[in-house]
């Protein structure tokens, strides 16, 4: 168990149980002194005097505070005050367990003459400090080695693989090699442990910004893994509500904070929805990023507006074009900036400058910015926030980036930018200009100065962290991991392995491995890391990959205390691979019960389920995917077919219209959307979709039947028009009117379509019918005769049933036959319809006499000659 030292405290305090208002106001001055050190590198605010805190507990409340505001943050840990929490001598697998019960005993220590405010402000201080530690060895630099965070010389490999099975728990592997995970896991379970305990014995009022530092911890901590955690998503959902809660308004934070001033306090409210709208960024929750955004802006009083403007973008350029132009009104400032757009001469480095004759920054013709204020830095932050919205709402293309690049460049031509912003802007630019062939240098020359940056001891950390939380600036290893992918796509390989390897991305060193042709050795790489580090999970997973070996996915498993999702994922594909469809089923499920934001998986189960006849199962899953991914058209297409074979044709519909968004060249959806619109009654939809079908496949695709049901449809409706115009007609009958005539000429046109490229004889026979009911015999008795034809051939007088659809289609021409010749008062049609039966009965009698076809013709026939005999007698 871990070893609890009990801080002395003055007995006489009033503090014990409530604080005091004078108590109250200095724990809120500390907060916020703590929470200026992500915000500020100014002078620290003066803590209230008038406090009866203890002075022992102040002196190291004090202390702590101090060294978290200097940046010494892994100095402020190793003080004897904080020695009590970090001594583990338990096992491993019982870390956890152990820091949470240390936490417990010193919350509620009976013995303590401390107030349970005073004790969790301590812990506060303490996850903090272990946080931002992490966040200067793996986000924003300079990097440093930091110490042990445990004491009692706990095994440094056992805390490695402990605090990395703790992260990996959130149902996602790591993104890369990342240092001192122990120091985020710790500030977590901290963080946690005393928010629940406030929120227990309702004194959550105490410390506000508790919530906002957790979400913070979170979102860091889903920056370090490679897929989005349902795990860390459930926790931020409970924990932005209370951040909004507590410092979403401007009163909140004054009443909170009473006599700070007015610019103070709308910093922190832009930046506590600057930092929300980031989160709500990373999860796709992109309306709501917007909101938070637009608020933050609001409390900055900050609007932003493109325009365009002429100007020069190269250094050879002579005649000016039109440039966009970012537009800000600062209305925070006591003059207005009309636009923040201009070039910065002397900012950046001379060999960037050089490495491209495109400006970093448009040179205007207009030089009205003279003297304008500049930007705050939450301003600045709020300004590239923009990009990310354009990011997630236009089309993934050239010209999103030119979206981008004038709030860029209003950024970069800014007198001043703290570090951060300014890293982030870079990246920005860098993401821009290596995807043009005349910056793509330039842009490496500052990827690789950006990289360097992060090592160089200058500025100090507490720099660093100002604002680090306002921009969506990645890790260490994935801006590293960035640099490598850049440099593979410029044909530098041999430096982009040397980069991977160093941060165990083992998968993109076999990729590489793979463009050399170097497989074997990739292998040979894998496992020498193994023999070094056997417990790492995601070694086993890439040695899985490369050699298609399923026992070392469930070597991962076991090394990682079964909490590798990617080892279950790799298990369940082999298994579908096999055909062991049940079996990668119930892989999948227990592989999305870790993680359930992964849209693949969720489709993957999907198609495990179907092959295992699991239908329910299959539509589950495939409809939390298009959940997660809206986008997904093959899921939404899957979902529409799993609803046709239920009979749900209503689902069906709306699941293949979204489908279609995504996937408006598949003739298969259209087909099938056609067929779910028949269904559904939604006649005119079918025939739109058969359109899209015939267009898709050259007209060789269609359905015959599903032709004919729409057919049999409008016919039906001709004769009830022709009833209701017998009785009466009414608005809706004139309203079913129109709409039948309308798919009557559509139909038309697709019949017409089909039968120019060459239609089979059922499309004749349907074409004969449309024709009919446009009241165009000839036409009809045309297309009837090329039906009748389409049967004719050797192989009529053997197949009977193609002899019952000749009979059929014959009957129907000697029908019109006779009717055009009843109309005409001509001869001619009854002589062709009797010629046309003779032949038919004479050719079928020795085969097919005994089919009801037969001896329908048979009596047709006579009543032919009966009406000719008829005509005779009356001419004669």
Not at 173 to 191: C, M, Q, R
Not at 600 to 606: E, I, Q, T, V
Not at 726 to 748: A, F, K, W, Y
Request: with cysteine; aromatic share 8%; hydrophobic share 40%.
């Amino acid at each position: 168990m871990l070893k609890v030292k009990t801080l002395c405290t003055n007995p006489n305090s009033s503090f014990s149980s409530h604080p005091s208002m004078a108590d109250l106001q200095t724990l809120r001055s500390y907060e916020l002194r703590l929470l200026r050190c992500s915000l500020s590198n100014h002078q620290t605010l003066p803590t209230s005097q008038t406090s009866t805190i203890s002075t022992t507990l102040q002196t190291s409340i004090e202390t702590l505070l101090q060294s978290i505001e200097s940046g010494q943050y892994s100095k402020s840990l190793a003080s004897y005050s904080t020695s009590f929490l970090l001594n583990l001598n338990d096992s491993p697998s019982f870390y956890s367990d152990s820091i949470t019960t240390s936490v417990n005993s010193f919350l509620i220590a009976e013995n303590s003459k401390a107030s349970v405010h005073e004790r969790s402000f301590f812990l506060f201080l303490v996850a903090v400090s272990s946080f931002l530690a992490f966040v200067q060895s793996n986000v924003t630099g300079p990097v440093e080695t930091l110490p042990n965070l445990f004491a009692n010389g706990a095994d440094k490999e056992e805390i490695e693989v402990w605090a990395r099975n703790e992260v990996l728990s959130a149902g996602s592997d790591l993104l890369g090699k990342f240092s001192n995970l122990e120091y985020i896991v710790f500030a977590k379970l901290l963080l946690l442990k005393i928010r629940d305990h406030l929120l227990e014995n309702d004194n959550s009022f105490v410390f506000r910004t508790i919530s906002l530092w957790l979400a913070r911890v979170l979102l860091v901590q889903q920056k370090l893994l490679d897929g989005h955690s349902s795990v860390l998503f459930e926790n931020l959902k409970e924990v932005v509500p209370e951040v909004l809660d507590n410092l979403g308004d401007v009163k909140k934070v004054a009443m909170y904070w009473i006599g700070m001033e007015e610019a103070i306090l709308s910093d922190i409210v832009s930046m506590v929805h600057l930092e929300l709208g980031i989160i709500d960024f990373r999860y796709g929750y992109v309306d709501s990023s917007k909101l938070h955004f637009e608020l933050a802006e609001k409390a900055s009083r900050l609007s932003l507006s493109v325009s365009g403007a002429m100007g020069f973008r190269t250094v050879h350029q002579v005649d000016p074009k039109a440039q966009l132009r970012l537009l800000v009104d600062n209305l925070s400032s006591k003059t207005s900036i009309s636009d923040v757009n201009g070039s910065v001469v002397g900012k950046d480095d001379h060999q960037v400058h050089e490495a491209s004759d495109v400006l970093l920054t448009p040179r205007f013709l207009e030089h009205n910015n003279e003297g304008s204020v500049g930007l705050n830095p939450v301003q600045q932050a709020l300004i590239l926030a923009q990009c990310l919205l354009i990011e997630k709402n236009t089309p993934h293309d050239e010209m999103q980036r030119w979206d981008m690049a004038p709030y860029i460049e209003a950024v970069d031509s800014q007198p001043s930018s703290l570090f951060i912003i300014k890293c982030f802007c870079d990246l920005l630019r860098i993401r821009w200009e290596k995807t043009r062939g005349r910056t793509k240098e330039r842009a490496i020359l500052m990827m690789d100065k950006l990289v360097q940056g992060v090592y160089e001891s200058v500025p100090k950390v507490a720099e660093r962290i100002c604002y680090c939380f306002g921009v969506d600036l990645p890790t260490i290893p994935s801006l590293r991991k960035e640099y490598a992918d850049l440099l593979v796509s410029c044909g530098l390989i041999g430096e982009a392995v040397k980069t991977y390897e160093n941060l165990e991305l083992w998968d993109n060193v076999i990729f590489c491995y793979r463009l050399l042709e170097k497989k074997a050795a990739s292998v040979e790489l894998i496992n020498t890391r193994l023999l070094e580090r056997p417990n790492d999970p995601r070694l086993w997973c890439s040695l899985g990959d490369v050699t298609n070996n399923d026992s070392c996915y469930e070597k991962a498993l076991q090394v990682s205390e079964n909490k590798s999702v990617r080892a279950k994922r790799s298990l369940a594909r082999s298994a579908y691979n096999r055909g062991e469809y049940e079996k990668s089923k119930l892989l999948w499920e227990s592989a999305m019960g870790l993680n359930s934001m992964y849209p693949d998986g969720w489709f993957a189960l999907g198609a495990a389920a179907l092959k295992a006849r699991d239908l329910e199962k299959a539509l589950d899953a495939f409809t939390r995917a298009v959940q997660i991914d809206p986008d997904n058209g093959e899921a939404w297409n899957n979902i529409a077919c799993l609803h046709m074979t239920k009979k749900r044709n209503k689902e069906a519909l709306i699941a293949f219209k979204e489908a279609l968004k995504f996937k408006r060249e598949s003739w298969q959806m259209w087909e099938n959307y056609s067929q779910v619109a028949v269904d559904s009654g939604n006649f005119s939809l079918a025939l739109e979709a058969t359109q899209k079908v015939l267009s898709l496949t050259n007209n060789k695709r269609y359905d015959v039947k599903l032709l004919d049901d729409i057919m049999l449809e409008i016919e039906g409706r001709n004769n009830d028009h022709v009833d209701s115009i017998v009785n009466s007609v009414g608005e809706l009958e004139l309203e079913r009117s129109r709409e039948t005539e309308q798919l009557t000429d559509l139909i038309g046109k697709i019949l017409q379509q089909i039968a120019k490229s060459g239609g089979g004889g059922e499309i004749w026979g349907l074409f004969a019918r449309w024709h009919k009911l446009k009241g165009d015999l000839l036409m009809c008795s045309e297309a009837l005769l090329k039906h009748v034809r389409s049967y004719q051939g050797s192989e009529l007088w053997k197949d009977k049933e193609r002899f019952k659809k000749f009979a059929r289609a014959s009957l129907e021409l000697c029908k019109v036959y006779m009717e055009i010749g009843s109309n005409n008062g001509g001869r001619r049609e009854f002589y062709a319809a009797e010629m046309h039966l003779k032949s038919t009965i004479k050719q079928a009698a020795l085969r097919f006499s005994e089919t009801e076809e037969f001896k329908e013709v048979q009596g047709f026939l006579e009543k032919v000659q009966a009406v000719l005999q008829a005509n005779s007698a009356s001419s004669a």
